[in-house]
């Protein structure tokens, strides 16, 4: 397997654009995970789906921000519309199972909004 | 927010040498998990230890839990230059949150 596949790697729009962050996670995999990372904030987990279901939305900071599952491989992360200090590393991770399990990352999206 | 704070913030050490990292946590935990983190890249599982569990090693590493200190460490012996990474606890806690990540270790192994 190719493991967690993100994209695109880089990602520079202007501020009110629309950005797709997409993922397709490991095959077989029941459950995705998508992290924003910030200099200031770290790591935060901001929606995960188990079968292609939200479980947990509570981290997504604001209603510009969306995540779909349409299917077991793949996902995508919806900003609309973008703002600046949504600046920062996006990752998907996607895990065999919800607990006492690791979780494997894709490379990230680094998004710049201008 | 963030359950895990690692300890240091950052280290430089000298290839050859140990390097220790500590993470604090806040409530009770399922089990904790440390990942490295190359620049620019994702993160990589590196070891899980479960609550029931005081110590793990895996290779170079070893990582000790302490429940009553809510406190882990990771050490890494005889250090190399390609550890130079950010180094992440995670912490599943056992009211069904998900992984929560700390501020992370900046670690430079100098050749």
């Known amino acids: 397997d190719a493991g967690v596949i993100q994209s695109p790697r880089h990602e520079v729009t202007e501020m009110g654009q629309e950005v797709t962050l997409r993922c397709k996670p490991i095959?077989?995999?029941?459950?995705l995970f998508w992290y924003r990372q910030t200099m200031m904030r770290g790591l935060e987990l901001l929606i995960y789906?188990?079968?292609?279901?939200?479980?947990?939305d509570s981290g997504m900071p604001e209603d510009r921000f969306s995540a779909k599952m349409p299917n077991a491989s793949f996902s995508t992360l919806k900003i609309q519309p973008s703002e600046p200090r949504d600046s920062a590393v996006y990752f998907c991770a996607s895990s065999l199972a919800v607990s006492n399990t690791e979780a494997f990352f894709g490379q990230g999206t680094r998004l710049t909004v201008v | 927010s963030q359950q895990g704070e690692e300890d240091p913030q950052a280290l430089s050490i000298q290839e050859g040498e140990n390097a220790t990292m500590n993470c604090s946590y806040k409530t009770s935990i399922n089990n904790l998990q440390w990942y490295r983190q190359n620049s620019g890249r994702g993160l990589v599982h590196l070891i899980l230890i479960r609550s029931n569990e005081r110590e793990k090693h895996s290779g170079r590493l070893r990582v000790t839990l302490d429940t009553s200190k809510k406190s882990s460490s990771l050490l890494i012996t005889a250090s190399r230059a390609a550890d130079t990474a950010s180094y992440f606890c995670a912490t599943e806690d056992n009211a069904g949150n998900m992984l929560t990540f700390g501020g992370g270790t900046r670690l430079m192994v100098k050749p």
């Open positions: 789906f188990n079968n292609n279901v939200p479980i947990d």
């Open positions: 095959s077989g995999h029941d459950y």
